[in-house]
Nanobody
């Protein structure tokens, strides 16, 4: 079992940047593919980005390509999501996911989420 704790959310103006972190404990996070998802009120949780166990492969939803970058530091058991050029449409609760599947899906282990609010 792996436990995930997200941090780094907050309020930012459109065009600004935030970096989310996901700290993993329990089973070594390097044995999992990792991902970020987001949810807005009334909508299903949406896939955002994923990174493979070694970090050699990444995958993004089209709406964030060129703006968001996922990375990981297996020595620190931490995954990051660098978010640049933020838009009001990026406002959501962001969740970290750990999975044996590629890309991570709904059967993942989940963190508690961190709120990102982008003002126009």
């Amino acid at each position: 079992q792996v436990q995930l704790v997200e941090s780094g959310g907050g309020l930012v103006q459109a065009g600004g940047s935030l970096r989310l972190s996901c700290a993993a404990s329990g089973r070594t996070s390097s044995t999992y593919n990792m991902g970020w998802f987001r949810r807005t009120p009334g909508k299903a949780r949406e896939f955002v980005a994923a990174i493979s166990r070694s970090g050699g492969s990444t995958y993004y939803v089209d709406s964030v390509k060129g703006r968001f970058t996922i990375s990981r530091d297996n020595a620190k058991n931490t995954v990051y999501l660098q978010m640049n050029s933020l838009e009001p449409e990026d406002t959501a609760v962001y969740y970290c996911a750990a999975s044996r599947d590629w890309p991570p899906g709904e059967s993942s282990h989940w963190g508690q989420g961190t709120q990102v609010t982008v003002s126009s």
